[in-house]
Nanobody, 116 residues
């Protein structure tokens, strides 16, 4: 059974930093592209960042480019999202996602709240 388990998010002041992690099990982690999405209240889920299976290629939404960094450790089956210079607009539930061709798995999500 595939599981993606995000770390506990939290409450942080604007300008602060937070690191999310996602632990994967039940899949050949190194063969999956890993992504982070987020969903703010009343809004659709949106793409945040992705990292290729080998960590060589990363992509970011314009809204987080230069502030967020995605990384992975295939040996530990972990993916991370380092979030710096956080803004109130970053407040959302953050989801870990694993994708390989047409197969997609989601984590349960973790709340990140940025206070002004």
């Amino acid at each position: 059974q595939v599981q993606l388990v995000e770390s506990v998010g939290g409450l942080v002041q604007a300008g602060g930093s937070l690191r999310l992690s996602c632990a994967a099990s039940g899949l050949i982690f190194s063969s999956y592209t890993m992504k982070w999405f987020r969903q703010a209240p009343g809004k659709e889920r949106e793409f945040v960042a992705s990292i290729a299976w080998d960590g060589e290629s990363t992509t970011y939404a314009d809204s987080v480019k230069g502030r967020f960094t995605i990384s992975r450790d295939n040996a530990k089956k972990m993916v991370y999202l380092q979030m710096n210079s956080l803004k109130p607009d970053d407040t959302a539930v953050y989801y870990c996602n694993a994708r390989q061709l047409t197969t997609t798995y989601w984590g349960q999500g973790t709340q990140v709240t940025v206070s002004s």
